[in-house]
């Protein structure tokens, strides 16, 4: 659980240098999955997919987000 929150405070210190990485959303999407918060995970992968993450828009497919 530490690790998932330190990670989560990594890459949003990312997207606050960087408002478009597309990465950072995916990863931090990709997170709050495992975690088990949905809403948060779609809300960040919808950002990585309308910033053009092809593995964004395909996750948001295969779990119904």
Not at 7 to 23: C, F, G, T
Not at 29 to 58: F, I, T
Request: charged residues 25%.
């Amino acid at each position: 659980y530490q690790e998932l929150r330190g990670a989560e405070a990594d890459y949003k210190r990312v997207l606050q240098l960087d408002p478009r990485n597309s990465e950072a959303y995916l990863n931090l999407g990709a997170l709050y999955l495992q975690a088990g918060e949905r809403s948060l995970a779609a809300a960040n992968l919808r950002q990585a997919a309308g910033l053009g993450s092809r593995r964004a828009a395909a996750i948001i497919r295969q779990q119904g987000l």
